[in-house]
């Protein structure tokens, strides 16, 4: 009979989360990355560590680390920012979605038209992600932050997505993040959310009514592949105030133009 050794355990930098098989230190890198990230102006290693969770020794060994690789970097003065390279593998993830190219002529253009903050998103992983955004010239203004993600729900973008996904995706997603309440107005319930989308088909754009920040309302449209699948969304973003019930069909009519438009210059449509 054939004997065997026993598999040797992971070297501690390596030892695996048991839910998951997920990489332990990995992890932590990636979570420290991300925070560095969020934090404009530069982060403290002690303001690192306390967000991350982690002792300020293991922190630093991290961020040691990821400015090795060129992930983010030490200013000098006790600052952590995003480093050079951190910025290039971003970049590759929106060269591979080179619709950027041919939407942001037409944002620009949805902007003057409509005087309003226009966003470009797609879903990724089930959440609502910001590739870019054309900020308006209003003093009060929406600012939505590239790279941020949002639940799907809850967002005009992200229900514009949803409205063209598969009943079999759409379910995923809302098994896998649920219908959290992130203010008064948010759907929360499942009938509800259906009964959204199916108006969000019908009319052409989506509508997100002070649903994830309170006195926001932002319209959105889907960018349609030739297959008839999302994706991206774009959208127009404003005070509740600049808004009113009145003006919403005049700014769905321009996003889901936009939208057209988009797919069209970018040969998304048959």
């Known amino acids: 009979m054939e004997s065997r050794l026993p598999t040797p355990p992971a070297p501690p930098s390596e030892k695996r989360d048991r839910h998951g098989g997920r990489v332990q230190s990995l992890s932590r890198a990636i ?13 403290a290693l002690n303001a690192v560590a306390r967000t991350a969770g982690l002792a300020p020794s293991t922190a630093h ?15 000098g003065h006790g600052l952590w920012r995003v480093g050079p390279d951190a910025f290039a593998i971003g970049s590759a993830f929106l060269r591979e979605r080179n619709i950027l190219d ?29 590739l870019t955004q054309v900020e308006c010239e209003q003093i009060m203004r929406a600012f939505s932050k590239p790279g941020t993600r ?27 993040h649920g219908l959290a309440k992130i203010t008064d107005r948010t759907i929360t319930q499942r009938p509800a959310l259906d009964a959204d989308l199916e108006m969000v088909r ?31 969304a ?9 808004v009113p019930d009145q ?23 048959g």
């Open 202 to 232: 019908k009319r052409g754009y989506a509508i997100d009514d002070a649903e994830h920040a309170v006195g926001l309302r932002c319209i959105a449209a889907a960018i349609r592949s030739g297959e008839g699948l999302p994706v991206a």
């Open 234 to 242: 774009v959208s127009v973003s404003a005070p509740a105030a600049r």
């Open 102 to 130: 041919f939407a942001r002529p037409v944002m620009q253009r949805l902007m003057r038209e409509t005087g309003e903050t226009v966003n470009l998103a797609v879903e990724v992983e089930g959440e609502a992600l910001y």
């Open 150 to 176: 949002v639940p799907m729900h809850s967002s005009a973008v992200g229900k514009a997505l949803l409205a063209e996904l598969p009943p079999q995706r759409v379910a995923a997603i809302v098994e896998q």
């Open 247 to 269: 003006r919403i069909p005049e700014l769905g009519a321009a996003v889901r133009r936009a939208a057209d438009e988009i797919a069209a210059a970018s040969g998304r449509q």
């Open 61 to 75: 060994r991290l961020l040691t680390t990821l400015k090795h690789e060129r992930l983010v970097q030490d200013d």
């Open 31 to 43: 979570a420290i990355l991300r925070i560095v990230a969020d934090a404009r102006g530069g982060i």
